[in-house]
């Protein structure tokens, strides 16, 4: 009897609304695509006029999905339109810092103030597509970061680990998170809510800026079970190079 080979052929769904992936879920699945990555389901910065792929990498708040691909129900309208065809749901997922707003404001409290009076001036939309936690609170405080200072030495682990990616000198950076309990409850409290929407993946953002301890705190044993989980590393190059040999060279 022959063996019957099985592929996921995944379907990077790079910035794509959700709206727009429901609208092609038929063309998805005929076409052959078992599983679609979709860009970071959570709070991120919207505007009217757009805003940039990269701002979807800059969380603001985990405990809704509301930023310029769409909101927690057309998400769950797209998970759903997806998992009736038999097509997976991955997601990436950006654990290693908070979106940069040294431009409007001088805190690392999130979600910011101009967030926390969306929520107020409309509790009602808010509450609808909350996915947990409350939102009458902040998520993250000061205390939830390390200090503040820029990656320079990229062939530096510990640096690459704890510093900020920044966009040269002038740039204070993306806010790193820190291993608080606080964090990692927060973090796999926004990982179980996205597996009992139907999400079946998990693909890790800038993975190789997270610490091995802080990777297994948030991704037990029980959060993995069933789920298909990869990461992003991004080197400047391949075998023997020293990058390579630091991020992903096989232990």
């Known amino acids: 009897m022959q063996q019957a080979n099985f592929s996921n052929v995944v379907l990077h769904a790079f910035d794509w609304p959700y709206e727009l992936v429901k609208q092609r879920a038929n063309t998805i699945k005929e076409v052959g695509y078992a599983s679609v990555l979709v860009s970071p389901p959570f709070k991120s910065l919207k505007k009217e006029q757009g805003t940039p792929w990269w701002q979807r990498y800059q969380p603001q708040d985990y405990r809704v999905i509301d930023n310029q691909l769409g909101d927690t129900d057309s998400f769950k309208s797209m998970v759903n339109s997806l998992s009736a065809l038999g097509v997976n749901v991955?997601?990436?997922?950006v654990f290693n810092h908070m979106a940069n707003e040294?431009?409007?404001?001088?805190?690392?409290?999130?979600?910011?103030?101009?967030?926390?009076?969306?929520?107020?001036?409309?509790p009602e939309h808010y509450q609808k597509i909350r996915l947990f936690g409350e939102l009458?609170?902040?998520?993250?405080?000061?205390?939830d970061f390390?200090?503040?200072?820029?990656?320079?030495?990229?062939?530096?682990?510990?640096?690459?680990?704890?510093g900020r990616i920044t966009g040269g000198k002038s740039d204070p950076g993306l806010p790193t998170l820190k291993v608080t309990d606080r964090v990692v409850e927060a973090q796999q409290s926004y990982l179980k809510a996205l597996k009992n929407l139907g999400v079946k993946g998990f693909?890790?953002?800038?993975?190789?800026?997270?610490?091995?301890e802080h990777l297994e705190k948030v991704w037990t044993?029980?959060?993995?079970?069933?789920?298909?989980?990869?990461?992003?590393?991004?080197t400047d190059g391949g075998a023997d190079n020293p990058e390579y040999d630091l991020f992903l060279e096989p232990s």
């Not at 991955?90 to 997922?93: A, G, P």
């Not at 693909?203 to 091995?212: G, S």
């Not at 044993?221 to 991004?234: L, N, P, Q, R, W």
Request: with cysteine.
């Open 203 to 212: 693909r890790v953002d800038a993975a190789k800026h997270m610490t091995l």
């Open 146 to 162: 390390v200090e503040a200072f820029g990656i320079e030495d990229w062939h530096d682990p510990w640096e690459v680990q704890n």
């Open 90 to 93: 991955y997601v990436d997922v």
């Open 221 to 234: 044993k029980k959060i993995c079970s069933d789920m298909h989980i990869f990461g992003e590393i991004i």
């Open 102 to 122: 040294s431009d409007i404001r001088a805190s690392l409290h999130y979600p910011g103030e101009r967030e926390q009076n969306e929520y107020k001036t409309r």
């Open 136 to 143: 009458e609170k902040p998520l993250f405080s000061e205390s």
